[in-house]
């Protein structure tokens, strides 16, 4: 089929599910413009900021938009292009967007509390404290799995098969770029504090000439470090991402970050409206896939887990109520912040299935490159047709790719290092009144110092043995976000009947994924043993398989149970 008409049903499928049903759900839901947000209520300057719709747009779409709509759907390719685009279209539609939006919906609703902290509320203690450590080994594994990719993205070095080293200009000049946007967004962040009331258009122009100027330094000024260098540059800039308040850093970075990302997307779209490739995918490899190795992999549940980003991901819950949801200025514009992110990056997920369709060979995904080799590769020749240089668009997608990752990083530390603090918090705690130790392990330094060392040590496994649980994990994430989202609207006597076939699917998915996960890895460990890397994803599959069974069969006993009286949220 050609490329243009998958684009095309693809752009009327998303829209339609904005316009249609997502606002069928803030109407149903009770999103109230009148109402005071937070951020408002509990304005101070660090993690509770009011903030305009475009800036938290900006903030929504950089952190969720990792790396996982590019991995994602092109892995799954090996089952074919048409189940690829289903469950893009329907995940993205009817769970993924559904999730963020309920996610970040029940936090405002709960004066911008986590996720976590709303399963205190309307499911207990215990619930909390299990999803607390959930979502903190989570993190864990985010942090090690994307520091590894970033920093094999920015090696100034590659070694060939002859072991001659030789400089890797593109990885380079791209890390370049990555390190002044962290200064740059510092001063754009200082400048938009100040300047309270800068036009959007205005502040859109400055951040656009700054991505432009950075872009061309990074060219002429090219950073060489190798790979484990960077590991501890980015560990440190994920600390100061972690402690430091949103407006000063993360913000600014994130919203100069979209527009970047919103030009490789606007790239790519007219590129392909201009080449319009056909695809060269098969439509339907089978439920069941033999790679070359002799593996197989089963349609279900491996496509639902593989592809997370683009149609449903727990991650995004923990962003929607873990940092956005302290920024929303007011309700009405949760729909566009939560619904609207989900389904652009849904459309990223789409642009790279066309990606791959379009470079296949053989109705199959080229052999010897990385999904990212493929995608950046790929848009590169997009760009190109409308006369950018092969440096010039090859350095511009690296720099996207790493973007991409970058952006969900640093949200990721954050909410690692809250989670790894609410564990020891309870209701009613304060500074005036916690204990010693639990003023020392809620310190957001120390918490931020414990959650990043033990990421840094998981990333030394290598990206490549710790991917395949994140999939399982983040996928288990959906199924407790979704079950807090149900239980929060039937406790406050909304309708919250949309959120239980997503979720019950989930369930089925991760279950099934995470208990094969699990029997394989024992079966190896029985009869020849395992690696440091699987023994490390056997010992996380079984933490984490059991943290989300306790939480979610809480959570569903509470969806069951009869209300007693309606709960003011």
């Not at 938009?65 to 074919?80: H, L």
């Not at 619904?339 to 053989?362: D, F, N, P, R």
């Not at 699917?505 to 995470?514: G, Q, R």
């Not at 079984?542 to 969806?559: E, F, P, S, T």
Request: with cysteine; net charge positive; charged share 10%.
């Amino acid at each position: 089929m050609n490329s243009l008409v998958i684009v095309l049903i693809a752009v009327v499928v998303l829209g339609a599910g904005y316009l249609g049903y997502g606002r069928w759900l803030a109407k149903k839901w009770g999103v109230d413009p009148n109402a005071k947000t937070p951020a408002v209520a509990n304005e101070d300057g660090k993690d509770y900021v009011p903030s305009s719709k475009l800036t938290v747009f900006a903030h929504q779409f950089s952190s969720i938009a990792g790396a996982g709509p590019v991995q994602g759907p092109i892995i799954a390719a090996m089952f074919g292009w048409v189940p690829v685009l289903l469950w893009l279209l329907v995940g993205g539609v009817f769970f993924g967007a559904v999730q963020d939006f309920g996610s970040l919906y029940a936090s405002v609703k709960n004066e911008g509390k986590s996720i976590g902290l709303v399963i205190e509320k309307y499911i207990g203690k215990a619930g909390r404290r299990f999803f607390s450590l959930f979502c903190w080994l989570f993190t864990l594994l985010v942090i090690a799995a994307f520091t590894s990719m970033v920093s094999s993205t920015f090696n100034g070095f590659t070694a060939g098969a002859d072991g001659a080293v030789t400089k890797n200009f593109n990885g380079a000049a791209a890390a370049t770029v990555s390190m002044l946007f962290i200064v740059v967004a510092m001063v754009f962040g200082v400048v938009m504090k100040t300047c309270r009331n800068m036009r959007e258009w205005l502040k859109a122009i400055v951040a656009i000439v700054l991505i432009v100027a950075m872009f061309a330094v990074g060219m002429k000024c090219p950073w060489y470090l190798n790979g484990d260098q960077w590991n501890y540059v980015i560990m440190a800039y994920l600390f100061l991402a972690s402690v430091l308040p949103m407006w000063l850093l993360m913000q600014p970075r994130d919203y100069m970050t979209t527009f970047m990302l919103i030009g490789m997307l606007v790239g790519a779209f007219v590129g392909v409206l201009v080449g319009h490739p056909d695809m060269n995918l098969n439509a339907f490899n089978g439920f069941t896939v033999v790679s070359s190795t002799g593996a197989k992999s089963y349609l279900f549940p491996t496509l639902f887990v593989t592809i997370a980003c683009g149609a449903v991901s727990g991650f995004h819950s923990l962003v929607s109520s873990g940092t956005s949801s302290k920024t929303v200025r007011n309700e009405k514009d949760m729909l566009f912040v939560g619904y609207g992110a989900m389904i652009l990056e849904t459309l990223l997920g789409v642009i790279s299935l066309i990606v791959v369709g379009a470079v296949a060979v053989g109705g199959k995904a080229p052999e010897g490159l990385t999904p990212f080799q493929i995608f950046s590769q790929g848009i590169a020749g997009f760009l190109e047709k409308f006369g950018l240089p092969n440096s010039v668009a090859n350095v511009f997608m690296t720099m996207c790719v790493s973007a991409l990752a970058l952006t969900s990083l640093d949200s990721v530390a954050r909410i690692g290092r809250l989670s790894f603090q609410e564990f020891f918090l309870d209701e009613g705690v304060t500074d005036d009144n916690m204990t010693p130790f639990q003023k020392v392990v809620t310190n957001k330094y120390f918490a931020t110092v414990i959650t990043l060392v033990l990421a840094f040590l998981l990333a030394k496994v290598g990206y490549a043995e710790i991917w395949p649980l994140f999939g399982s994990a983040n996928q288990l994430l959906s199924v407790l976000a979704l079950v807090a989202c149900a239980v929060f609207l039937k406790k406050t006597k909304r309708q919250g009947w949309m959120l239980w076939v997503p979720m019950f699917f989930m369930m089925a998915v991760t279950f099934t994924a995470l208990g094969m996960t699990i029997y394989k890895l024992s079966g190896a460990f029985a009869t020849t043993g395992l690696s440091l890397g699987n023994t490390l994803q056997l010992i996380f599959a079984v933490l984490l398989l059991i943290l989300g069974v306790i939480v979610a069969v809480q959570g569903v006993k509470k969806l069951f149970e009869k209300n007693e009286e309606k709960e003011v949220a």
